[in-house]
Nanobody, 125 residues
Framework: QVQLVEAGGDSVQPGGSLKLSCVAS????????VAWFRQGPGKEREGLVR????????LYADHVEGRFTISRDNASNTVYLHMNDLKPEDSGMYYC??????????????????WGQGTQVTVSS
């Protein structure tokens, strides 16, 4: 049974930084895909970035590339989302999602069967 636990959400001022974490359990040791999604108030869930822990391959959404960075610590089954230069429009609930397979293609929530509970990020002055 795959389980995901996110942490690190907080309230920050515009221009600030945050690091979110996603700890996975029950995942295959050969590698698995993790993606971060965000859902703002009244908005659809949007894909931000994806990583395959087996080889480190990543895919970023255009609107976060350069500001957000995904990394992983395979020893602890943890995937991090480093967010810099945060803007008010980055506010929302952030979710990590996982699949036991290497996911290719667009950042779409459909291929990910496992989801964390979410962590709230608020960017406001």
């Amino acid at each position: 049974q795959v389980q995901l636990v996110e942490a690190g959400g907080d309230s920050v001022q515009p221009g600030g930084s945050l690091k979110l974490s996603c700890v996975a359990s029950g995942v295959p040791s050969r590698g698995y895909s993790v993606a971060w999604f965000r859902q703002g108030p009244g908005k659809e869930r949007e894909g931000l970035v994806r990583i395959y822990t087996g080889d480190g391959e990543t895919l970023y959404a255009d609107h976060v590339e350069g500001r957000f960075t995904i990394s992983r610590d395979n020893a602890s089954n943890t995937v991090y989302l480093h967010m810099n230069d945060l803007k008010p429009e980055d506010s929302g609930m952030y979710y990590c999602a996982a699949s036991s397979y290497k996911i290719i293609g667009l950042l779409n929530p459909t291929p990910f069967p496992y989801w964390g509970q979410g962590t709230q990020v608020t960017v406001s002055s």
